[in-house]
């Protein structure tokens, strides 16, 4: 007897369900628990779910499986009504609890946390940044931006023909001394502003990178703020904006471009608070040109947490899916058993190694991206400080600091973002003909995704600018002695492994390798020898030459830092009961993600001996699979992600992945539609008169004997 449920069936159907229930009430630790470490602590984690059921609740915000049917137009007009309703609560929140807000808006309709992103985020930031105090507070809180008031801006950086190489931006800003104006300029197509999100609608003012020109002599790249529409939201003199189109993704974002024709702005509407132009034309350049790009770091900050969101939501996409799933029948099938079911993707082995890591990753990244938001609040707060009370020795100390966290910040947002984007694609495929559909979520979230690894400019050129200073600290070390300090100082091991200890071994066994902090220490050497042996060349070539060893040096960098902070936080983690199964994922982590994927270079530099290698694919990863997989729904559960959150038909809580996905496509493609707008064409081609018919029968045998007599 089959029993009626969601629907009427009148045999026994797939009961998916069932199976994602029972793992669960079989699970070994609270996911509650857990979301307190992956959130940072107990309070952030309540603070995280009261934003989501707000937002949820919320008949605007609320964001279904309708989503994947917007079009372009339709996306844009919701973004902005979005926006408006969102600014509401922004009216009440602090920064903190408004960035967490902005974060988890990030999972579920990126491209309305991108278009207020841009303006509290970047414009401000840039603000910040590079503005005095006074300009900060006249132009985020007098002219209340910060509260999404008054004016809109939006980061006037990247150019047509120069995308991320600041420094060769060609907006020019020309000093009128006789006027006590600077003169913007876009001297021909090439230096457009170009990929501005908010310009083509939202924006009234405009944070413009241009070259400072003095008496005709160019100081570099600058920053200054150009108002690009009046209070009617009418176009400035001057200034040409328009939409740059369709894109991969995030179409809510009106990204556009901008023109200027000789834009008159004061002197005053320059940012100076390292780099000060007086009355008389006197320039005061800064300590430390990257100063300037410190207004990046924040969106770093954010794209290391929307890596860690967004890995979480693909790899409970693709287990939820993976457990409910039956497909062929495996090994631990009886073949004689007629009647038995078929296996769960799950239990396939390869299938454990495809999605597992990325679930790992999802709770390793989550470690890394509250520390460096932390390091970075913390940074720029110190150099403030010391630029309000005057002190050089205290600039100086925050400068070393910045270059830290360069390094830092830009390995993990290239590595992260790389991560993510990597997890969707796999994930998707993982979950087969379903991941393709869009109700599934993989789709848009690859679409809207993968801006993150462009942004800033192609991750690979991003990695080798973090790699370079890595690779001239190792030559300042050999050289000179050099002592390098924060997240790099393992580099003064340098001689310890180079030279003749070039060839000591870290990691001998599978028994090396089930220990996460010598796999932390073999990543520090694999820098070290990669960074030598790149040095070489570079003593004899220039550094165009070692471009892909710098990249990898990056990755390597990134991940170093990530594992390290993740096993520091387990460690002074308060529930021990949850402690073996973090371990667990950090020994996954660093067998497929770093290991695995860097093998060759541990094995080129004897970082790990041929037999570690060996054992890692034969022993160590599959036993951990194994071990990891009982849990895999708590471990899903405790990122704590809502249906809304999640917006996948086959990613639901409740596991019912057939019922949820059928029902969601009828309900946006009902089946009363079932003769469509365009039917005319088919019926006219399918009920076509026959070619006789339609030569009129001129060409006929009756006509031919007609015809011929």
Not at 282 to 308: F, K, T
Not at 428 to 434: F, L, P
Not at 520 to 542: F, Q
Request: charged share 25%; with cysteine.
């Amino acid at each position: 007897m089959v029993f009626t449920t969601n629907t009427v069936s009148i045999s026994q159907g797939p009961d998916p369900r069932s199976l994602i229930q029972k793992e669960r009430a079989e699970s070994k630790f609270n996911p509650q628990k857990m979301q307190y470490f992956l959130e940072g602590s107990k309070e952030r984690a309540e603070l995280i779910k009261q934003l989501l059921q707000q937002m949820e609740r919320d008949p605007i915000l609320f964001t279904d499986g309708s989503y994947y049917d917007f079009t372009k137009d339709q996306l844009r007009a919701l973004t902005a009504t979005k926006i408006n309703r969102i600014s509401r609560y922004l009216e009440g929140d602090s920064i903190d609890v408004f960035n967490r807000r902005l974060s988890l808006l990030g999972v579920f309709d990126p491209a309305v946390s991108t278009r207020i992103g841009v303006n509290l985020g970047l414009f401000i930031s840039c603000i910040r940044g590079n503005g005095t105090y006074e300009q900060l507070k006249y132009w985020a809180l007098d002219k209340e931006t910060a509260t999404i008031k008054g004016i809109y801006g939006c980061f006037g950086m990247t150019e047509l023909a120069h995308g991320s190489n600041i420094m060769g931006l060609e907006t020019t800003a020309t000093f009128d001394k006789a006027n006590d104006e600077f003169i913007i300029n876009t001297p021909h197509i090439g230096a457009t502003k170009w990929w501005i999100g908010g310009a083509a609608h939202s924006s009234t003012h405009c944070t413009v990178y241009a070259r400072l020109i003095v008496d005709e002599e160019d100081y570099g790249v600058k920053t200054f703020v150009v108002p690009l529409r009046d209070s009617n939201h009418d176009l400035m003199p001057g200034v040409t904006v328009g939409d740059i189109g369709a894109k991969m993704g995030r179409d809510g974002i009106d990204n556009g471009w901008i023109q200027f024709s000789s834009v008159r702005i004061p002197r005053f509407f320059m940012l100076q608070k390292f780099c000060k132009v007086s009355r008389d034309g006197e320039v005061i350049l800064p300590p430390l040109e990257q100063l300037s790009y410190s207004a990046l770091l924040g969106g770093r900050v954010m794209m290391v947490l929307d890596s860690y969101r967004m890995l979480a939501r693909m790899s409970t996409i693709a287990l939820r899916y993976a457990i409910g799933r039956r497909q062929f029948k495996g090994d631990n099938v009886d073949p004689d058993d007629e009647e038995a079911l078929e296996t769960q993707l799950l239990d396939y082995p390869l299938h454990q190694k495809r999605l597992l890591p990325y679930m790992a990753a999802a709770y390793v990244v989550s470690a890394g991206a509250l520390k460096v938001e932390r390091t970075i609040e913390e940074t720029l707060a110190e150099l403030d400080d010391a630029v309000d009370e005057d002190d050089d020795a205290g600039i100086m100390k925050a400068i070393d600091a910045m270059k830290s966290l360069f390094i830092d910040s830009g390995s993990l947002k290239s590595t992260c973002t790389w991560l993510a984007a990597e997890s969707i694609d796999q994930c998707r495929q993982a979950c087969g003909g379903h991941g393709y559909s869009a109700y599934n979520g993989f789709g848009k979230a690859y679409n809207d995704w993968v801006v993150q690894c462009t942004w800033e400019g192609d991750n690979n050129v991003l990695g080798i600018s973090i790699g370079k200073p890595i690779v001239k600290h190792v030559i300042a070390i050999e050289d000179d002695g050099k002592v390098v300090k924060g997240s790099s100082d393992f580099l003064n091991q340098l001689k310890d492994y180079t030279g003749s200890n070039g060839s000591k071994v870290i990691l001998n066994n599978a028994s090396d390798i089930s220990d996460v902090k010598k796999i932390i220490h073999a990543i520090e050497i694999a820098i070290i020898r990669l960074s030598y042996e790149a040095g070489k060349t570079v003593r004899k070539e220039s550094f165009d030459y070692v471009g892909a060893e710098l990249v990898n040096i990056t990755k390597l960098k990134a991940h170093h830092y990530l594992l390290s902070e993740y096993v520091r936080r387990v460690d002074e983690f308060d529930d021990s009961e949850l402690k073996p199964y973090l371990y667990k994922l950090a020994q996954l982590y660093g067998a497929t993600m770093v290991l695995d994927k860097f093998a060759g270079i541990f094995l080129t530099f004897n970082v790990a001996s041929t037999g570690a290698i060996t054992d890692l694919a034969k022993i160590n990863i599959p036993q951990l699979c194994k071990e990891i997989r009982p849990n895999v729904v708590a471990y899903t559960d405790s990122f704590q992600q809502s249906d809304m959150m999640i917006n996948a038909a086959i990613g639901k809580y409740d596991g019912d992945i057939y019922e949820n996905y059928f029902g969601l496509v009828k309900q946006q493609n009902p089946p009363k539609d079932h003769k469509a707008p365009y039917s005319a064409a088919l019926e006219a081609m399918l009920n076509r008169p026959s070619l006789e018919q339609r030569e009129r029968f001129e060409k006929t045998l009756e006509a031919g004997e007609i015809l011929s007599k």
